[in-house]
């Protein structure tokens, strides 16, 4: 890579599901976690050689990405890792907000107690993940979770968007979701969301979903003001 980072993709295992998936999922994840950083050019050799990945097949994959905006050409005819703004990344978020409030209202109408009991599983596993900090497991969690309440809901087409802006605003999300005291939060938030869908209170439910993806906007966002106007340190003028 032309930032001159030693990035770590983990070779992709040749099995029935479509490589392209396979490949798409592990720079999907690379993306999350930060390895392929904001800006990032992409060299087809070394992702080929660290996916153990045909040009053909990895072409395809970054053709498919490119086309929902999480690449970015570049003056070099190559790829980088797109950019978000401020203004984008809150658009996001608030479509982020009531995409998932409807798919916990479809859930609410159509989960049966099983479904029910999964969700609660879930939710278990995604709690220990905030609780352990470990980034890469809080994203798996997290994309489970959601995943289980979207096939709930039956709407698969929620799960693909809300993935996407995910995706497009990973950079930012990754700030808030290293945040210990997010973390603690979150795992409140989460708590607060699967007990309105069990007690099947559908108000309260979109509402405390609607809340946690605004305060997951507004850690994000504040963390990278943070980092980008570091306050001051002040100096002490000397005494005589």
């Given at each position: 890579m032309s930032n001159g980072a030693a990035l770590k993709l983990s070779p992709v295992r040749h099995q029935a599901a479509p490589l392209r998936n396979k490949i798409i999922a592990a720079l999907r994840s690379a993306i999350e976690t930060g390895i392929l950083a904001p800006g990032t050019r992409l060299i087809e050799k070394d992702l080929c050689d660290q996916l153990n990945v045909s040009r053909t097949s990895l072409r395809e994959a970054l053709r498919e990405l490119q086309a929902e905006g999480i690449f970015e050409p570049d003056s070099a005819r190559g790829l980088t890792i797109g950019t978000i703004s401020r203004e984008d990344a809150e658009n996001a978020y608030r479509i982020r907000s009531v995409l998932e409030a409807l798919a916990v209202e479809q859930f609410i109408e159509?989960?049966?107690?099983?479904?029910?009991?999964?969700?609660?599983?879930?939710?278990d596993i995604l709690k220990a993940a905030y609780t352990s900090g470990i980034l890469p497991n809080i994203i798996e969690s997290k994309r489970a979770f959601y995943d289980r309440i979207c096939t709930g809901a039956a709407n698969g087409i929620a799960f693909d968007i809300i993935n996407r802006l995910v995706l497009r605003t990973s950079s930012l999300r990754r700030h808030s979701l290293e945040r210990k005291e997010r973390q603690i939060q979150s795992i409140k938030?989460?708590?607060?969301?699967?007990?309105?869908?069990?007690?099947?209170?559908?108000?309260?439910?979109?509402?405390?979903?609607?809340?946690?993806?605004?305060?997951?906007?507004?850690?994000?966002?504040?963390?990278?003001a943070r980092d980008e106007n570091p306050p001051r340190r002040k100096l002490r003028g000397k005494t005589a």
């Amino acid at each position: 890579m032309s930032n001159g980072a030693a990035l770590k993709l983990s070779p992709v295992r040749h099995q029935a599901a479509p490589l392209r998936n396979k490949i798409i999922a592990a720079l999907r994840s690379a993306i999350e976690t930060g390895i392929l950083a904001p800006g990032t050019r992409l060299i087809e050799k070394d992702l080929c050689d660290q996916l153990n990945v045909s040009r053909t097949s990895l072409r395809e994959a970054l053709r498919e990405l490119q086309a929902e905006g999480i690449f970015e050409p570049d003056s070099a005819r190559g790829l980088t890792i797109g950019t978000i703004s401020r203004e984008d990344a809150e658009n996001a978020y608030r479509i982020r907000s009531v995409l998932e409030a409807l798919a916990v209202e479809q859930f609410i109408e159509k989960a049966d107690d099983a479904a029910m009991r999964d969700l609660v599983r879930d939710g278990d596993i995604l709690k220990a993940a905030y609780t352990s900090g470990i980034l890469p497991n809080i994203i798996e969690s997290k994309r489970a979770f959601y995943d289980r309440i979207c096939t709930g809901a039956a709407n698969g087409i929620a799960f693909d968007i809300i993935n996407r802006l995910v995706l497009r605003t990973s950079s930012l999300r990754r700030h808030s979701l290293e945040r210990k005291e997010r973390q603690i939060q979150s795992i409140k938030e989460i708590d607060r969301l699967i007990k309105a869908i069990q007690n099947r209170d559908v108000e309260a439910a979109c509402k405390a979903a609607i809340d946690h993806v605004k305060n997951s906007a507004r850690s994000a966002l504040d963390a990278v003001a943070r980092d980008e106007n570091p306050p001051r340190r002040k100096l002490r003028g000397k005494t005589a």
